[in-house]
């Protein structure tokens, strides 16, 4: 069942990085000089006249609403997902049940429909059930066993991946200053809450808050640091043999199961 979910979770995000592809298309906004071969290639073929979506203007930027918003849907589904999923991988038989990893993945869908169809306190309740839910199954895979240390550092490390999320939040919500940068409802949420933001509400308004934005370039480099090194070390783990014990006991017992006599099996059959 695992498998499921983690193809579920993973479905999810990759399915944002087309999303997002689709619309810098219809938008004509790219991340960098040399994606103009995409307009280019655009005008050549004409292809524009039987995809009237394609927009054959072309400029370096992320200022478009929709392209805004897809990325901060997948920013924050890889800032949640890779959690639960290395939690999965990590996991004894019977720590996590289906139940728990079911909700979160249920959790996470909605998650992203929410934030692609702009409804806020859904998409905020969704959030937090789900953040919780992470914590939740971090401390289970820490606490089955005591002596795994190789297990017990990665959830460490993912614990401070799960902190670096909660504290960016708290900055952007608690604090009431910095609501995401873009994202409108984020705004009315705050008004919701009775807070008043310093910053403005509508999309083009929201100003950058230094303290926020630090935070979640931190948390962003987690996403890329953490998950890679994760990434490596439990592969290497688990396909690389174990080291064997070389200590003067372990060889002197196996010269001695070497030289023993063996029982001869002919006639037996």
Same mark, same amino acid.
């Given at each position: !069942?695992? =498998? &499921? &979910?983690?193809? /579920?979770? @993973?479905?999810?995000?990759?399915?944002?990085? &087309?999303?997002?592809?689709?619309?810098?298309?219809?938008?004509? =906004?790219?991340?960098?000089? %040399?994606?103009?071969?995409?307009?280019?290639?655009f005008k050549i073929t004409k292809l524009s006249k039987a995809l009237p979506f394609i927009n054959e203007n072309f400029s370096v930027s992320h200022d478009a609403a929709w392209i805004i918003r897809v990325r901060n849907a997948q920013r924050n589904a890889m800032e949640n997902v890779y959690i639960t999923v290395f939690a999965m991988v990590l996991s004894g038989p019977g720590v996590l049940s289906n139940w728990i990893v079911g909700v979160f993945v249920l959790f996470r869908v909605l998650h992203t429909f929410y934030? @692609?169809?702009?409804? =806020?306190? +859904?998409r905020g309740v969704v959030y937090t059930i789900g953040h919780v839910l992470n914590l939740v199954m971090l401390i289970k895979v820490f606490n089955q066993d005591e002596n795994d240390k190789f297990v017990r550092n990665c959830v460490l490390l993912l614990l401070k991946f799960w902190f670096s999320g909660s504290l960016t939040s708290w900055k952007r919500h608690v604090t009431h200053h910095s609501p995401q940068f873009g994202i409108a409802e984020d705004g009315d949420l705050e008004k919701m809450l009775g807070h008043d933001s310093k910053t403005g509400y509508r999309f083009g308004t929201l100003a950058r808050n230094s303290g926020a934005e630090r935070m !979640?370039?931190? +948390?962003? %480099?987690?996403? +890329?640091?953490?998950? @890679? &090194? @994760?990434? /490596? /070390?439990?592969l290497s783990k688990n396909v690389l043999p174990e080291p064997r014990d070389t200590?003067?006991?372990?060889?002197?017992?196996? /010269? %001695?199961?070497?030289?023993?006599p063996r029982c001869s099996v002919k006639g037996v059959f």
């Open positions: !069942m695992f =498998q &499921f &979910f983690t193809a /579920v979770l @993973l479905s999810n995000v990759l399915s944002l990085s &087309f999303l997002t592809i689709i619309f810098r298309i219809i938008y004509g =906004q790219y991340s960098s000089k %040399e994606d103009a071969f995409f307009t280019w290639f934030y @692609l169809t702009g409804k =806020q306190p +859904h !979640m370039k931190s +948390h962003s %480099e987690d996403i +890329h640091g953490i998950t @890679l &090194f @994760l990434s /490596v /070390v439990i200590s003067p006991r372990c060889t002197a017992a196996a /010269v %001695e199961f070497e030289s023993a």
